[in-house]
């Protein structure tokens, strides 16, 4: 599941949750006032590497 930024427009504040791609930000509670007035935010990223591309020598990406 992945992390999902949001902004409630009943406190102002702003928050982070880990939820369901399928999750709806209309159906989102607020954790600070406990309002359903959240509206998903462009998140930022950022990644290993650097310049155009990105290696991934020396990281594991699971199996045995």
Request: aromatic share 12%.
């Amino acid at each position: 599941m992945p992390f999902y930024e949001y902004i409630c427009e009943g406190c102002g504040r702003d928050f982070v949750l880990l939820q369901s791609i399928t999750a709806k930000a209309e159906d989102t509670v607020c954790p600070y006032c406990n309002e359903k007035k959240s509206k998903k935010q462009i998140s930022k990223f950022s990644s290993y590497g650097s310049g155009a591309s990105c290696s991934t020598s020396g990281l594991s990406w699971g199996g045995g």
